[in-house]
């Protein structure tokens, strides 16, 4: 088994961290059903891991996070989004609106390759529309990589192309392109899977320090990483043929060493999955 996480205190959220809570979602890719009423609170200024094996609906979970499931073409959605109470798939909000408070992490490392390091953090600026002086510019691509825990190593060559640097600096460049619309979520799709364990580490670190001010939900196959960073975690899980559903959620720490589901139990100890 993992070793749990130390407790780490959740600061009582200021007026940017948001409380994101999912409703009863039901999800569908044409015909198949993938998730089955499936309701979660991810508490603000906190980390939330999503565990279970593949295919049992935590990734397309995430994407319902941000409106990005209905980017497929045969793509359906049942339930609620709430944002601070707020349905982020009511008619009256806007995708972009929904985005700029609800960021993502992918993955793989995607930053934009011909951009330099400074305008890969602004990108997103220009996308929304946002306007900002240059020294206001430069403020934000310093805080921004300071966050994302690569000022230091970069900050002699903010103009070299952002697909020079190495996996790790890649990721982390991609977490400081969504820190700066300051988004109230960060949600990560299993980050760390193409990095080596020093690189691990840092995202790691840089996602404990971020919870203070933005809260985070990742996706991750790697138990280790949700014991060690998260303070909240649910357990997906989807029998052959039948569509996903949470097993078992709650206190990180409670759920690895003492869950309350045998099925939970297998999993974190490795006896599936």
Known sequence: MPAPSADRTVAPAPGGLAELEARDITAWFGDRMVLDRVSLT??????TA????SGCGKSTFLRILNRMHELVP?????GQVLLDGTDIYDPQMRLMDARRSIGMVFQKPNPFPAMSIRENVLAGLKLTGTKAS???KDDLVES???KGGLWNEVKD???APGGGLSGGQQQRLCIARSLAIKPRVLLMDEPCSALDPTSTRVIEETMLELANEVTIVIVTHNMQQAARVSDTCAFFLASQGTPGVIVEHGDTNAMFTNPQDERTADY?????G
Request: net charge positive.
């Open 134 to 136: 240059k020294a206001d």
């Open 268 to 272: 974190v100890n490795g006896r599936f």
């Open 144 to 146: 921004c990589l300071i």
């Open 42 to 47: 991810m508490p603000a200024g906190g980390i």
């Open 74 to 78: 045969s793509a359906q959605l049942a």
């Open 50 to 53: 999503l565990i279970g094996p």
């Open 157 to 159: 060559r903010l103009d």
